[in-house]
């Protein structure tokens, strides 16, 4: 090849790579609008999101809509959207975020407030309970529309405990012994292994839940309505050593902070717990998944109390928010509109045990009818207590969550755990 | 004659010189490694400079020097360094050794060698999180093949069991088992090829001279090996200096940050924390820190060689 020639080529290939792409002009053409949705792992079913999806493309013909799910945890899921959206990416439009991440998002300018599109905040989320009207309004715009609701409960074994003539524990001393006594016979029956109590111990997402609850109970709270951190390091590490003399007695685990929330799924689907603390999802997992042994053997609750405190449960749940970068907003925000009505609530309580986020579908015949439970759950959601709002929720959260493990692995003591969590987010949440 | 008129820079391209046509050959390469190279450590210098939190939505901040100042005081930073460079001490000697002992292996006069040099990439071409992953459950406290042995050997109480990865000191060692078990197969292969290249008279000679196995080992091999092991000793330090994968499936860090390592808590300030700015700043710190363990390494083992 001379000289000449390979000039030629290289210019060739500048024009060539300096034309646009003609398959990118035909498709903003096309009438169809395309839009992604990130619908979570699969703890947040994302086969029930197909079917609501599939449902509203039939409505609308001209829209096609992708589904995109994965991430095991709440905190793993975070880490892929930061990714996305960091990256200005606009590949997907409508995502699922955790009860803890709108103000993060909404600080890091990551979603579209969507009062345009659907009206003023306070209007549109009047129908919804208390704490979900709550923690989708961030600086007075609407940041995100309530999902599914989601809280912990104590799921326990109903035929173990009514073997053994046991009432169900309303503060944790009563459990720790109720699970004693069965445990202490049913080793002797040929169940060396039966634990009493499943907690999550794992620095994940759940193990803030694990620090909060016992705090909580004692009648303390962790901040102000301004954020600002209000902790009370003696009442932190009591709460803590309530777990680890748990761990003592023997009625936890002693490996507890290997423990995530799956582990805790599958021992108790095993018949290897006898009380899980665990969220409201699983309730369906127990009944229903091929594998589980105790299907029908499930008893559910409200979480008991510290001795003199009050029963109090850690809040979850999932919102539909619309992306900044989306090039198809309004058409996202109608989307968000249906994920969040009472119709597609309905459905998720109904085939998916998912609890609802407005009040009324808790009494609706047809919801009461498929999950029972529901009626009772109701209280103790509206009673319920959110994690921290904080725009720097992901400090916080691996603050709380990686200490918390530490003292439960029992690599620092419960005192020095709550000073640690008192100092490093006292500077945090100011 | 009438004088030829003067070349246009069009004319220029259409028939380049030698030296025009190199620039223009080479540019699109040079550009795009300006692209994916100078661009990204400039902009991560430039970012080291900033208050970038994306949480606080406040938009980017000059801060000077005020990030570095905040690393020096850091205790994180320094936990983190630690481990880092113990995990770099402890696994690249074990590497070495691990693989050096597998490529002696793979260059026995087997009648098949493919099986052998198979099981020799295995753990090589596995994913670096699939290794931690396995490794995790390894040493899993109640599933964990680690502690059924044990305890099948009669070395530990059933009742008892090992929780290897929530004790900082076994959940250390356990990591730098798996990162050994991982990184010797890449060892022993740049070995095996240094062992190949060694001819054979050189050992009939040794022998004829009555030299020992150990003597051929020691005066043969080894120098002869030189080269191979400083190239395997080079790339593993700098990748043992960037861990991340194994530590954060099998541990994350935990318990609490005790096996932490600078990669993840680069990763944690920059994914978890959104705090683009310190997050660039630690990102520097751990490039300082490569350059200086390099340098003083590269000399050191010149030197020897």
């Known amino acids: 090849m001379n000289r000449r020639a390979a000039a030629a080529l290289l210019s060739l290939w500048l024009v060539l790579s300096l034309r646009a792409n003609p398959a990118q002009a035909q498709a903003a053409s096309a009438p169809t609008i395309k839009l992604r949705v990130f619908a979570g792992g699969s703890g947040q079913r994302p086969d029930l999101t197909r079917k609501l999806l599939a449902t509203y493309m039939q409505r609308n013909p001209g829209l096609l809509i992708e589904t995109e799910a994965g991430g095991a945890s709440s905190d793993l899921q975070r880490q892929y959207l930061s990714t996305v959206l960091n990256a200005k990416d606009p590949a997907i439009d409508v995502y699922l975020i955790d009860i803890v991440n709108p103000a993060q998002y909404f600080g890091a300018g990551w979603l579209e407030p969507l009062d345009a599109y659907l009206g003023e905040a306070a209007t549109v989320l009047k129908p919804y309970l208390p704490a979900y009207a ?8 609407l940041a995100a529309m309530p999902a599914w609701a989601d809280a912990m409960f104590i799921y326990y074994r109903r035929d173990l405990l009514d073997k053994h003539g046991v009432a169900e524990p309303r503060t944790w001393d009563e459990l720790a012994a109720a699970a004693k006594k069965i445990q202490a016979v049913e080793k002797q029956a040929g169940q060396p292994a039966l634990q009493g109590l499943s907690i999550q111990g794992a620095p994940i997402e759940g193990a803030v839940c694990t620090f909060l609850l016992p705090y909580w109970s004692q009648g303390k709270a962790f901040n102000d309505a301004n954020g600002k951190l209000t902790l009370d390091r003696a009442v932190a590490a009591r709460g803590l050593q309530q777990w680890l003399t748990m761990v003592d007695q023997g009625v936890i685990k002693k490996n507890v902070a290997e423990v995530k929330t799956h582990d805790t799924n599958n021992e108790f689907k095993a018949g290897q717990v006898v ?37 109090v449960t850690c809040l979850g749940g999932w919102q539909w928010a619309v992306s900044a970068f989306s090039r198809h907003k309004a058409e ?46 109701a209280a103790g959601v509206v009673a ?36 640690d969590i008192g100092s490093r987010l006292g500077r945090v949440m100011r | 004659m009438t004088p030829a008129p003067p070349l246009t820079w069009l004319d220029k391209l259409r028939d380049p010189s030698e030296r025009t046509l190199g620039v223009l050959l080479l540019a699109p390469a040079l550009l795009l490694l300006a692209l994916i190279v100078v661009y990204p450590i400039g902009r991560l210098l430039f970012n080291s400079f900033y208050d970038l939190r994306l949480s606080g939505g406040s938009g980017a901040r000059f801060v000077a020097s005020e990030n570095y100042a905040l690393v020096l005081d850091d205790t994180d930073f320094w936990n983190a360094a630690k481990n880092t460079v113990l995990i770099t001490l402890i696994t690249v000697p074990g590497a070495l050794a691990v693989g050096l002992g597998l490529a002696m292996l793979a260059n026995l006069p087997f009648k098949r060698q493919w099986p052998v040099r198979l099981a020799l990439l295995l753990p090589w071409a596995l994913p670096l999180s699939f290794c931690g992953l396995i490794f995790a459950w390894f040493f899993h406290t109640e599933y964990g093949v680690v502690n059924d042995l044990l305890q099948r050997l009669g070395l530990a109480d059933a009742a008892e069991p090992a929780m290897w990865l929530l004790r900082p000191g076994w959940a250390f060692t356990a990591i730098c088992v798996a990162i050994i078990w991982k990184t010797s197969s890449f060892m022993a292969l740049i070995l095996l090829a240094g062992l190949q290249m060694i001819p ?24 002869m090996l030189m080269p191979s092991i400083i190239v395997a000793l080079i790339f593993r330090t700098i990748t043992a200096l960037q861990t991340f994968d194994i530590p954060y499936t099998m541990t994350r860090g935990g318990p609490g940050n005790s096996t932490e390592t600078l990669a993840m808590l680069i990763h944690k300030t920059t994914i978890d924390y959104l705090d683009l700015g310190y997050g660039s700043t630690l990102a ?12 003083v390494y590269l000399r050191r083992v010149g030197n020897a060689a």
């Open chain 1, 384 to 419: 319920g207590k959110s994690r921290p709002l904080s725009s720097e929720y992901g400090r916080v959260s691996d603050i709380i969550r990686t200490t918390t493990s530490a003292v439960l692995a029992r690599t620092r003591t419960p005192e020095e755990g709550a000073g």
């Open chain 1, 332 to 377: 996202a925000a109608q989307l968000v509109r249906f994920m969040a009505s009472p119709e597609a609530g309905k459905l998720l309580a109904i085939q998916g045990a998912l609890l609802p986020t407005s009040a009324a579908l808790y009494t609706d015949p047809d919801v009461v009818q498929a999950v029972p439970w529901f009626k009772d759950a």
């Open chain 1, 134 to 141: 709550t923690s989708n309004v961030i600086q007075g715009k």
């Open chain 2, 284 to 295: 520097v710190g751990m490039f300082l820190l490569s350059l200086c363990v390099t340098a």
């Open chain 2, 200 to 223: 054979k008279t050189l050992y009939e000679a040794a022998e004829v001279d009555g030299a020992s196995r150990w003597q051929q080992f020691s005066q043969i091999t080894v120098p």
């Open chain 1, 275 to 311: 009380f899980a603390l665990n969220w409201s999802y699983a309730w369906d997992r127990y009944q229903q998944d091929a594998d589980s042994r105790v299907k029908g053997k499930v008893g559910v609750m409200a979480l008991p109390a510290v001795a003199g405190g009050e029963r």
